[in-house]
């Protein structure tokens, strides 16, 4: 896109003014043409096409002190829906979500032979249970879905949901912050600026000799923490619960490796250079004082790594997973934080 034709501008603009209504209801003209920096005239024609188009309605009418009173105005939840497939550990949640973030369908789906029909049946459904236009499908996954489905779709990375619940619930500032979720697989996500950068072979890394990763290699940090490693030393226990994680013999083997996610941790937060490290997903939802005992190990190397473990847990992550769809087919999120990104090093170098 060439941002300096006008037409591009006036959609990006547009997009701009929509982001403001994902939080916040009942914003003004003049507060728009503030927040966004764009003079008032271009915000009140880009205002009234939202409310003709029925993006926006106005919520609302405040009389200030001078001057004619203020219309509030409110994004319209309704006039789009995105539909997400999470691909959980044990089962496949589908739901319907509508421009505000609101859930409207969902329904639980197992892991089957006809996993893909099962998608695209429910897919017809969702569709059939809205009359608001399908802005866009987007899976949420460990890995590619090689079902054959009928819709085209967008796909992320669980991690990528994960982290989205984990942004939603706290806010914090993601550059530089190392998010790690573990699941069957460690995956690894980071920002530089402004850029989401995804490491997907992190828990190949070498760390101790002895334990076999699920690709059958030696040594790595997913043969020894992963559901993968839990599962299998819990038949290696031969242990009849089903939540490996939760039993003392698993537990006190974790706690007696506990080094081994030390040393990760400390290697990549000198590689990457990050002080603060997120671990996220079923497989970090071990007990507070393993956090303890890795924050410790730490600092007996000098390490300013700072870990603490994600609280999004599954919710987040289903929310994280819809607000990625959104991003994506409705609010643009990632154009538009590259945008400010490279508006933000244009203004720097021009002082
Ligand atoms: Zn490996």
Not at 232 to 239: E, I, P, T, Y
Not at 282 to 298: E, H, Q, R, T, V
């Amino acid at each position: 896109m060439d941002f300096s034709k006008p037409d591009n501008a006036r959609k990006v603009n547009r997009l701009k003014v929509l982001s403001l209504f994902r939080k916040e209801e009942g914003i003004g003209r003049a507060e728009i043409a503030k927040l966004i920096g764009i003079n008032k005239v271009s915000v009140s024609e880009m205002v009234d096409s939202l409310l003709q188009e029925g993006y926006l309605y106005e919520s609302g009418k405040e009389k200030v002190a001078k001057g004619r009173p203020k219309t509030r105005l409110s994004l319209n939840g309704e006039k789009g829906a995105v539909i997400v497939f999470s691909f959980q550990n044990k089962n496949v949640i589908a739901l319907l979500g509508d421009l505000k973030g609101r859930i409207i369908r969902i329904e639980i789906l197992s892991y089957g032979q006809d996993l893909g029909e099962n998608l695209n049946s429910t897919y017809e459904k969702m569709k059939e249970s809205t009359s608001a236009a399908i802005l866009g499908v987007l899976i949420s996954s460990d890995e590619a879905i090689d079902a054959e489905l009928s819709f085209p779709y967008v796909w992320k990375r669980r991690i990528e949901s994960l982290v989205r619940g984990e942004q939603d619930t706290f806010c914090e500032e993601l550059e530089d912050t190392l998010f790690l979720a573990i699941g069957r697989e460690i995956t690894g996500e980071i920002f530089r600026n402004g850029e989401k950068i995804i490491l997907t072979s992190i828990g190949h890394m070498r760390i101790k000799r002895g334990a076999i990763c699920s690709k059958g290699h030696e040594g790595c940090l997913e043969g020894y923490f992963s559901l993968y490693a839990y599962e299998k030393k819990g038949k290696d226990l031969m242990l009849e619960e089903e939540n490996y994680l939760r039993s003392d013999e698993v537990l006190s083997y974790l706690r007696e490796n506990l080094r081994v996610l030390s040393s990760a941790l400390l290697t990549l937060s000198e590689v990457l250079s990050v002080k603060k490290a997120v671990l996220l997903g079923d497989g970090a939802d071990f007990p507070d004082d393993f956090l303890l005992s890795i924050n410790k190990m730490l600092k007996e190397n000098s390490s300013e790594l700072d870990v603490r473990k994600g609280d999004a847990k599954a919710k987040g992550e289903i929310g994280g997973s819809l607000d990625l769809a959104l991003d994506e087919f409705f609010f643009k999120k990632d154009l538009l934080s590259s945008l400010s990104y490279i508006e933000g090093i244009t203004s720097v170098s021009s002082t």
